[in-house]
Every structure is written in C-alpha cells, then in structure tokens.
C-alpha cells in the first residue's frame, strides 16, 4: 500500500503557474507508473497527466497538452505537476494516485490508479 500527500494548490489569477508536489510512502516508489487526475464540482475525475516507473514515457490530456508537465523523482519518491498558462476551466480538486505497475495503461482513467490522497485545490481566477 502506497500513501499519497498532495501540496501546492492555491489561487492563481489566469496566465499564472503552480506548481503541485506528491509525496508518497510505503511501498516502492520507483516500481510504479504514478497520474494526476483532477476533478471539479459536478464532474467525473479525469485524468491530467501520467508518468512511467522511470519518467520516460508520459500522457497528457489534451486540455493541458503544452502547458503542464508531470515529472518524477525517484530518490525523493515525489511526483510533480507543473502548471503553467493557468485557465479558469483549470479550476479543480487535483489529486495523484499510484498506477498498477510500471507503465501506466491506455486510456488512463482513474480506475486503473489506487492509493488516492486527499488532493489540493487548485482555483484559478479570471
């Protein structure tokens, strides 16, 4: 079992950048792919973004295809998410979950992760 602690949520004006932190604990960091997923009121939670056991094969939802990207390390056993060209449609609860093993699968969707934090808002005004 994995435990996941989501951080840097906030209120960003449009045009701004955040920058969100995963810490995880327990079993192997490194073994698993890890997503971010977000999910805003009266919505299904959606994937954001996705990253390989080694960060070398990652996802991107189209929405945020040139403006986030999602990395890894290993040895700090964090995932990240770096947001930039924030939109209000980008306001959300963002949350990381671990994926099943290495690689992540097609299409990725929240049924395939576990081990769900709490998440961190993240508002983002126009």
């Known amino acids: 079992q994995v435990q996941v602690v989501e951080s840097g949520g906030g209120l960003v004006q449009a045009g701004g950048s955040l920058r969100l932190s995963c810490a995880t604990s327990?079993?192997?960091?490194?073994?698993?792919?890890m997503g971010w997923f977000r999910q805003a009121p009266g919505k299904e939670r959606e994937a954001v973004a996705a990253?390989?056991?080694?960060?070398?094969?990652?996802y991107y939802a189209d929405s945020v295809k040139g403006r986030f990207t999602i990395s890894r390390d290993n040895a700090k056993t964090t995932v990240y998410l770096q947001m930039n060209s924030l939109k209000p449609e980008d306001t959300a609860v963002y949350y990381c979950?671990?994926?099943?093993?290495?690689?992540?699968?097609?299409?990725?969707?929240?049924?395939?992760?576990?081990?769900w934090g709490q998440g961190t808002q993240v508002t983002v005004s126009s």
């Open positions: 327990g079993r192997t960091f490194s073994n698993y792919a």
């Open positions: 990253i390989s056991w080694r960060g070398g094969i990652t």
């Open positions: 979950a671990a994926g099943g093993g290495r690689y992540y699968q097609i299409p990725v969707v929240a049924a395939n992760f576990a081990s």
